[in-house]
């Protein structure tokens, strides 16, 4: 069993991998969303919100799915020793690996990676960014296909119902384990300006 790097080690690994903005965001909320999994399902909060951190480490670097991410980053934590639940998770969540997700952690990280984001897409075009979102608007907001076209939601469905879990409650919990972190993720509406 490897040893978890401390937060602020996992953040200047980021750092160093990951220069765009956007990118360095998702992780955050990844590891915001996955902080709050941990919390609802008792697991080890560093261990989960870490790994959600370090998810798409390689992404910027090694983008090509044939041969890159998440491949190279599994082997760099690998190097650096890092708990091998982490990295199994890391790898479980890019579906063309064929890892299969056995644990809560693994679900909760594949449950969360696009909805984080689709969550935030919506948060940023409300006057109050990300404060009073609700299930309901995140709903009407997938229903409309033009909308964040990149994220799939059959993904989005099939990834939350394997979590076993209601999906507003779901989308609930996820905007909740945002929104202390909105001023760092560009969805603080209104608050952030002046
Ligand atoms: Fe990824
Ligand atoms: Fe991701």
Redesign the pocket.
Same mark, same amino acid.
């Given at each position: 069993m490897g040893e978890l790097p401390s937060r602020q080690d996992a953040w200047a690994l980021l750092c160093e991998w990951v220069q765009q903005d956007p990118l360095r965001r998702?992780?955050l909320a990844?590891e915001a969303a996955m902080r709050g999994q941990a919390r609802l399902h008792r697991g080890d909060e560093e261990l989960w919100g870490i790994t959600g951190l370090l #998810?798409?480490l390689d992404?910027e670097r090694h983008p090509d799915l044939e041969t890159g991410h998440p491949r190279i980053a599994m082997e760099e934590l690998r190097s650096r020793r890092y708990p091998e639940e982490m990295i199994r998770a890391i790898g479980s #969540?890019a579906d063309y690996l064929g890892i299969s997700r056995e644990t809560d952690m693994e679900r909760s990280l594949a449950a969360v990676?696009?909805l984080?984001?689709f969550v935030l897409a919506v948060a940023r075009v409300r006057p109050d960014g990300i404060h009073g979102l609700t299930p309901k608007s995140v709903k009407k907001k997938l229903r409309e296909a033009s909308f964040a076209a990149a994220v799939n939601r059959q993904d989005v469905a099939s990834t939350a119902a394997a979590l076993g879990i209601d999906f507003d409650e779901h989308v609930r919990n996820v905007i909740a384990a945002l929104e202390p972190e909105a001023q760092a993720l560009g969805v603080d509406g209104q608050r952030g300006e002046g």
């Open positions: 998702h992780c990844v #998810h798409d992404y #969540h990676d696009e984080s984001g």
